[in-house]
């Protein structure tokens, strides 16, 4: 009796992602035997190949692309100049190696990653995972509203609109959110417009903080190549600590709300065994290409501009007053549009992927089916954060720094759990990374934790106080 109930509870993790309007069968089998072809195919038809398919990575460049990003950017170069222009490549690339291996765990065994966890790492694990998703997800809710606001209040001063609200515009991006996030599940096609307009979005980004960077110029190529190979962390400059936007770039890169969008997306495309080198290729061209570029484009513009005052003082920074000094270098109106543009754009798509976030937790604890009602009802779950500019209404962007360092402390219960399923034979069986290579990705794992960890104790020893501090001041 027991052993057909194993059976029947192994049978129902691996039965797939439970999605109110599947993939058609016969397309999603066509999908599969043209990437099979391209495998065995020149590799720029490959590429080609790759280039029609990818999507999930994209969502996960749009999630990181937020205020977070946005806050460690902007002081990093603000403060800091070129110097540390190297945290957000490095940060990235450890999130690769952990979203490798969880995609490639996931694609393998064709289980629901939520599930596979409890079974082969243990249900504290699992439920950790799981809430550190959640909470992470609605924590982060706020400080995003508040600053695609106060960016939109900004767009109508600049055309002569004085008057407007930022709590009012908070609900014209709540607006914009629900129906976009709510074409997610409804269809393959709806999916895959969701997936194309968060594309959009993410290289409408790129190109706003390309456009600053062209208009205020480089006067010092050979610092700005140093900046990303120096891995040098300053000390405390203008009430800023290096080290801590450090470790913020870290938490910034990839969050426990990532880590579970990005296998349970796949799963929603119907992706396989087949489709492996497909997500390798998504999470290069998708995610770490445009978020190596965004980041870097920031941190060039505001060293540009910012770095150059010696008055300027981080925490007392506000959102606007960034564009505003921008402005004053890249024109008094249409540079400042492009840099609100960037913000608005980072604002905006963080906050659709955190509803979907909620919505994909929602399936699994509560065995909902994506794209059914009760899934479109988790996806509101963080939606309170849209009085975030009642809440912050003083919000400067410098607190949006300890907010990615705290929501980074649920990421290390995630990685670990990871890390032993990597290892796992019962789970993996003959899928599992052996020999060189194999070693190679279990240590970088193993390391990307160990930092991520190391850097969060040291923040919370050396900066807790002033974290709780500012998180007080902020309400």
């Known amino acids: 009796m027991t052993e057909r109930l194993e059976g029947e509870r192994m049978a129902e993790v691996q039965r797939g992602l439970r999605m109110a309007h599947p993939k058609d069968p016969e397309a999603l089998e066509a999908e599969k035997r043209m990437l099979v072809s391209a495998e065995h195919g020149p590799l720029v038809g490959r590429i080609r190949c790759y280039m029609r398919l990818i999507g999930p990575g994209y969502l996960q460049s ?46 393998s065994t064709g289980m629901r990653p939520f599930d596979a966890m409890r079974r082969y790492a243990g249900a504290p694990f699992a439920w950790g995972w799981a809430i550190g998703a959640l909470v992470s997800s609605v ?17 109508g001063k600049v055309f002569g609109i004085e008057g407007l609200s930022a709590q009012a515009m908070s609900f014209v991006v709540l607006a914009w959110a629900i129906a976009l996030s ?37 006067s010092d190529w050979g610092a700005l190549f140093k900046g990303f190979f120096t ?10 600590s290096g080290g801590i936007l450090v470790v913020s770039g870290l938490a910034a890169a990839v969050g426990a709300n990532m880590v579970f969008l990005f296998p349970y997306s796949q799963l929603a495309r119907g992706w396989g065994r087949e489709h492996r ?24 513009a505001t060293a540009n501009t910012l770095n150059l005052d010696p008055t300027f003082s981080a925490p007392r920074l506000a959102p ?70 009642i809440l ?17 402390s649920l990421l290390p219960i995630s990685y670990i759990a990871f890390i032993r399923m990597q290892m796992s034979r019962e789970y993996l069986g003959e899928d599992r990374p052996r020999g060189l290579k194999g070693k190679i990705w279990l240590a970088l794992m193993i390391l990307a934790t160990v930092i991520m960890i190391a850097g969060l104790v040291w923040a919370v020893k050396e900066k807790g106080p002033k974290f709780i501090e500012e998180v007080r001041k902020a309400f």
């Open 392 to 408: 912050w209404g003083k919000y400067a962007i410098y607190l949006a720094v300890p907010t990615t360092v705290i929501c980074g």
């Open 277 to 300: 080198g497909l997500a390798k290729f998504d999470l290069f061209a998708g995610m770490f290409v445009p978020y190596l570029l965004a980041t870097s484009l920031m941190v060039i």
């Open 62 to 107: 749009a999630m990181t692309l937020g205020g977070g990003t946005a806050a460690t950017s902007l002081f990093a170069g603000a403060v800091f100049g070129y110097k540390l222009l190297w945290v957000a490549p490095v940060a990235m690339l450890f999130g690769v190696v952990m979203l490798g291996a969880i995609s490639h765990q996931t694609l």
């Open 231 to 240: 891995f040098e962390i300053p000390g405390e400059k203008n009430g800023t």
């Open 320 to 389: 606007i007053q960034a564009a505003v000094s921008l402005s004053k270098t890249i024109g008094p109106s249409f540079g400042r549009l492009v840099f609100d543009a960037g913000i608005i754009g980072m604002a905006l798509s963080s906050i659709t992927l955190h509803m979907l976030t909620c919505g994909f937790v929602c399936t699994e604890v509560f065995g909902w089916k994506v794209g059914s009602f009760k899934h479109r009802l988790g996806m509101l779950i963080p939606t309170p954060g849209v009085f975030g500019p």
């Open 182 to 218: 709510m074409m997610y599940g409804g269809s393959d096609r709806l999916i895959r417009w969701y997936e194309r307009i968060l594309k959009y979005m993410v290289w409408a980004i790129v190109v706003c903080f390309g456009y600053v960077v062209w208009k205020t110029g480089v």
């Open 139 to 155: 924590i982060w809710h706020f400080p995003q509203y508040s600053l695609a606001a106060a960016h939109l209040v900004d767009v």
